[in-house]
């Protein structure tokens, strides 16, 4: 999986190697997907598709594609060994999604930079 790009209705096929495999696969797909969102990767590149990924991947899923988004811009070194809790905390917690969000908001310019305290 590694060595592939996603393209074009692989979040179908997702549900499908679940459905067929069991759950034991559903993790790994899940990852590859997370990253290859957050990645802009394959069928990704294109914005249109990453929108329409919103409406057919899971929200742990959508939320561990936004962690490490989010964390690859904020410490773009990182070794994807140490991004492997992104999975686990989306997966854990419902607000994952909320985290990602809260971080972009952390280090955005505010536009008051140079503006008396």
Do not use: M, N, V
């Given at each position: 999986m590694e060595q592939t790009e996603p393209r074009?209705?692989?979040g179908a096929v997702r549900d499908e190697l679940t459905r067929r495999a069991g759950g034991y696969v559903q993790a790994e797909v899940d990852a590859w997907l997370a990253h290859a969102l957050a990645a802009h990767l394959g069928h990704y590149r294109d914005p249109a598709a990453r929108e329409e990924a919103a409406g057919l991947l899971t929200p742990p899923v959508l939320a561990h594609a936004a962690l490490l988004a989010e964390l690859a811009r904020l410490v773009p070194t990182a070794a994807p060994g140490?991004?492997?809790f992104a999975a686990r905390l989306a997966t854990a917690e419902p607000e994952a999604a909320d985290l990602a969000a809260l971080?972009?908001?952390?280090?955005e310019p505010t536009g008051t930079e140079g503006s008396p305290a």
């Open positions: 074009d209705r692989d140490e991004l492997a971080l972009t908001r952390a280090t």
